[in-house]
């Protein structure tokens, strides 16, 4: 028995809504007067990419990283 391809689809919804509670946790973890910043960055990082949502989840840990490390970069 093969899947159809309602199977994908409740599939793919379910990893989108995995990947907007991670990228929400995320958010969590920086401080609400940072997270604006912090919006930016990602936004910069994956500003004119596709990506699979793994390959987002993964950008979105290491510009968080880096905010940790570094903060938001000024002029």
Same mark, same amino acid.
């Given at each position: 028995?093969?899947?159809?391809? +309602?199977?994908?689809?409740?599939?793919? /919804?379910h990893?989108?809504?995995?990947?907007? @509670? %991670?990228? =929400?946790d995320?958010?969590?973890?920086?401080?609400?007067?940072?997270?604006?910043?912090?919006?930016?960055? +990602?936004?910069?990082?994956?500003?004119? /990419?596709?990506?699979?949502?793994?390959?987002? @989840? %993964?950008? =979105?840990?290491?510009?968080?990283?880096?905010?940790?490390?570094?903060?938001?970069?000024?002029?």
């Amino acid at each position: 028995m093969s899947a159809s391809p +309602l199977d994908y689809v409740h599939a793919y /919804r379910h990893m989108q809504r995995i990947l907007k @509670r %991670r990228l =929400a946790d995320i958010f969590r973890l920086i401080p609400r007067n940072e997270r604006a910043a912090f919006g930016e960055m +990602l936004a910069h990082e994956l500003r004119g /990419r596709d990506l699979s949502d793994d390959e987002m @989840r %993964r950008v =979105a840990e290491r510009a968080w990283h880096a905010f940790l490390n570094y903060g938001w970069p000024s002029g």
